[in-house]
């Protein structure tokens, strides 16, 4: 067995946040991508268990993000939207974006959330791509570009566009763990 796959084997779950106005779309369709591609997902409430969405969804997190050990997960992701400002200013959060990133693990934002990356300190020189509004991209200074790619992938960081590239944001994330994308994507039928 190949060095990829034997890690892929081994993989630790990854942990998927949900902070009160998340984008549902932004949690839903990467997380069912990534389940479909046999990624084990876990999902972690910021605030509670009941997470209420943008546009009035209540979701149920699988757990809380008191007491989410780094060593625990193979990479975390933050779904956008409002979510995106609470999850900037809650430390537990940024001390966990630092930790998964300094062990080179994933750390990936959709839309918004991409300022919690800004505010961690990990995308100094990093090519990203985020929501096209000007209350995100001035928040985020240390990017060295930001791309209108519905996905953008620059070593360990995986960035998306917005609500309309949550398909292409989880197949991005798919791809980045080593996992086959394009059947999915055809039954998918994005291209």
């Known amino acids: 067995m190949s060095e990829k ?4 084997a081994h993989m630790r779950p990854i942990l998927v946040l949900m902070a009160p106005g998340f984008e549902e779309i932004e949690f839903s369709a990467p997380v069912d991508i990534l389940r479909r591609l046999g990624v084990c ?15 009035g969804l209540v979701m ?3 757990r809380l993000l008191a007491g989410v050990k780094p060593e625990d997960y ?11 400002w609470l999850l ?11 930790a998964m990133h ?9 839309c918004a959330a991409p300022i919690a990356l800004e505010a961690a300190g990990v995308l100094a020189g990093r090519h990203i791509t985020c929501y ?15 791309s209108d790619a519905p996905a953008v992938t620059d070593g360990n960081i995986v960035t998306g566009r917005g609500p309309g590239a949550a398909l292409e944001f989880g197949f991005a994330l798919g791809a980045y763990l080593g996992k086959d994308v394009a059947t ?6 994005c291209g």
């Open 5 to 8: 796959w034997d890690k892929l």
């Open 41 to 55: 997902v876990e999902t972690a409430g910021v605030k509670g268990l009941a997470v209420e969405g943008a546009h």
């Open 60 to 62: 149920q997190a699988e």
């Open 74 to 84: 193979d990479g975390v992701v933050l779904p956008g939207g409002a979510a995106s």
């Open 88 to 98: 900037r200013d809650t430390p537990e959060v940024l001390e966990l974006v630092r």
């Open 102 to 110: 300094a062990e080179g693990k994933l750390v990936a934002a959709i």
């Open 132 to 146: 096209p509004a000007e209350a995100v991209t001035s928040d985020i200074k240390t990017a060295a570009s930001i």
């Open 184 to 189: 999915l994507r055809g039954e998918m039928c």
